[in-house]
T-cell receptor
Framework: GAVVSQHPSRVICKSGTSVKIECRSL??????MFWYRQFPKQSLMLMAT?????????EQGVEKDKFLINHASLTLSTLTVTSAHPEDSSFYIC??????????????FGEGSRLTVL | TQLLEQSPQFLSIQEGENLTVYCNSS?????LQWYRQEPGEGPVLLVT?????EVKKLKRLTFQFGDARKDSSLHITAAQPGDTGLYLC???????????FGGGTRLMVKP
């Protein structure tokens, strides 16, 4: 199956700094990638849809200036948490559609990135 | 707002027991998936169901899609500690639209 890889898997940073998380599709091209946030013991919350070559589409309540998304190529999307604060600490997961999945919406997920802001 | 309700939210059972997780919506799905997520990792797709009444089996896991395509269930037979994890159902309400996730069922299987 298709492989999506995230980096870093864990990151600890000081409050006020910015952190970049990368999401790569390793064996297929992904014009669209999705970024999710997951709080402990909870389900996934869609943050934004990353579109190659154009602006990301953010879900209601997600700050565009806080969570910068760049999808500069067909295999890479990045999420930058700007001026991170402790409340931004969370598990961030990216995903991409199975290129052979048609309209069923099947997703391949990255390994996730755990961000801890001190 | 389209809601996808999962139940139970948490389940703790002994090894060898059977269990069923439910996923319900008031709207019709064009397709529905079940994912399993282990701590610190991303979800992994288990199965996709598309046709009303469809039943799929994956070893000890049986997935059923309701006739009206508004609900689904996951049944695990003779649960093992390795089945421990977060089970997520996710549905597409219109072909090509976004995937909506349920709240998840956290399963713990004790040896």
């Amino acid at each position: 199956g298709a492989v999506v890889s995230q980096h870093p898997s864990r990151v600890i940073c000081k409050s006020g700094t910015s952190v970049k998380i990368e999401c790569r599709s390793l064996d297929f091209q992904a014009t669209t990638m999705f970024w999710y946030r997951q709080f402990p013991k909870q389900s996934l919350m869609l943050m934004a849809t990353s579109n190659e070559g154009s602006k990301a589409t953010y879900e209601q309540g997600v700050e565009k200036d806080k969570f910068l998304i760049n999808h500069a190529s067909l295999t890479l999307s990045t999420l930058t948490v700007t001026s991170a604060h402790p409340e931004d600490s969370s598990f961030y997961i990216c995903s991409a559609r199975d290129p052979g999945g048609g309209d069923t919406g099947e997703l391949f997920f990255g390994e996730g990135s755990r961000l801890t802001v001190l | 707002t389209q809601l996808l309700e999962q139940s139970p939210q948490f389940l703790s059972i002994q090894e060898g027991e059977n269990l069923t997780v439910y996923c319900n919506s008031s709207s019709v799905f064009s397709s529905l998936q079940w994912y399993r997520q282990e701590p610190g990792e991303g979800p992994v797709l288990l199965v996709t169901v598309v046709t009303g009444g469809e039943v799929k089996k994956l070893k000890r896991l049986t997935f059923q899609f309701g006739d009206a395509r508004k609900d689904s269930s996951l049944h695990i037979t003779a649960a093992q500690p390795g089945d421990t994890g977060l089970y997520l159902c996710a549905g597409v309400y219109n072909a090509g639209n976004m995937l909506t996730f349920g709240g998840g069922t956290r399963l713990m299987v004790k040896p």
